[in-house]
């Protein structure tokens, strides 16, 4: 029981630990900049729907694409499992794979 008690503390003390107050709105990479300085490309997912995709060289950024009323956008703008877009335009720094 002591035991059980201890490893829920030790878990709940780590949860708050990494409750951090970070501006996600800022790139924090290499070439550290604006998330609004960022290209997006769209990204369709296997059931046909978009996602907002940036790839900013060691980093990425997914996003579903909703419409005004919170639903998802399935625009048919590519075929699922493909990316369209200047999505790898926000980096100088070269993919690897």
């Not at 878990?11 to 107050?21: F, V, Y």
């Not at 996602?51 to 005004?68: A, P, V």
């Amino acid at each position: 029981m002591k035991l059980v008690k201890g490893i829920l503390l030790l878990t709940l003390g780590a949860g708050i630990a990494a409750c951090d107050k970070v501006d996600k709105t800022v790139d924090r990479g290499f070439e550290s900049k604006d998330l609004s300085q960022l290209q997006a490309g769209i990204w369709v997912d296997p059931n046909g729907c978009d996602h907002w995709i940036i790839d900013d060289g060691f980093e990425g950024y997914l996003s579903q694409r909703l419409d005004k009323y919170g639903k998802p956008v399935c625009s048919g703008v590519a075929p699922p499992g493909t990316a369209v877009g200047p999505y790898k335009k926000s980096s100088s720094i070269e993919d690897l794979i």
